[in-house]
T-cell receptor
């Protein structure tokens, strides 16, 4: 069954702890993205990666880190430097291109709550 | 200023009614997508529509790139249409970076 999976669905963490959110896809998509959504708002881009071993900062990268060691996986680490980490985190990916601009597809999301 | 603006922010419909959601954007676009976010948070792709008109069942969308707006039409609304509708654009100078509007919260009552 092809798709984008995110785990865990819900995550609780204590202040000062780092936590890693998983995003996996078996769609052979090249580009992958991480977004953050706060209540009542649209999504904002944290990081994105066009190919393995390469990634770029989005609009709100401070306090986050990523890696892209495999095409299928793009984990996001929320560090203790992120001042307000409680949010809904969504991962997305884009099929191999017929051009630069392609449709993005989203995973089910992870709700992170800092206690 | 606001680069992707959606209106109205909230919409209450009676089942069976039709409605139009609007998305204005400040620059030219190479990618314009409409999404429906269900109550569980899943973003469901509705349309990839940088220009022109597309239809999918009771939903249709039109993007007029030269006038910098897109419209989403919901006809014969059903309670399952409830949720938040987002438009998102990608500009020519921001590869892969979707900029989202704040969304339109739609509630369809029986």
């Amino acid at each position: 069954d092809g798709g984008i999976t995110q785990s865990p669905k819900y995550l609780f963490r204590k202040e000062g702890q780092n936590v890693t959110l998983s995003c996996e896809q078996n769609l052979n998509h090249d580009a992958m993205y991480w977004y953050r959504q706060d209540p009542g708002q649209g999504l904002r881009l944290i990081y994105y990666s066009q190919i393995v071993n390469d990634f770029q900062k989005g609009d709100i990268a401070e306090g986050y880190s990523v890696s892209r060691e495999k095409k299928e996986s793009f984990p996001l680490t929320v560090t203790s430097a992120q001042k307000n980490p409680t949010a809904f985190y969504l991962c997305a990916s884009t099929p191999p291109g017929t051009g630069f601009y392609n449709e993005q597809f989203f995973g089910p999301g992870t709700r992170l709550t800092v206690l | 200023g606001i680069q992707v603006e959606q209106s109205p922010p909230d919409l209450i419909l009676q089942e069976g009614a039709n409605s139009t959601l609007r998305c204005n954007f400040s620059d030219s676009v190479n990618n314009l997508q409409w999404f429906h976010q269900n109550p569980w948070g899943q973003l469901i792709n509705l349309f990839y529509i940088p220009s022109g008109t597309k239809q999918n069942g009771r939903l249709s969308a039109t993007t007029v790139a030269t006038e910098r707006y897109s419209l989403l039409y919901i006809s014969s609304s059903q309670t399952t249409d409830s949720g938040v509708y987002f438009c998102a654009r990608e500009t020519t100078d921001s590869w892969g970076k979707l900029q989202f509007g704040a969304g339109t919260q739609v509630v369809v009552t029986p």
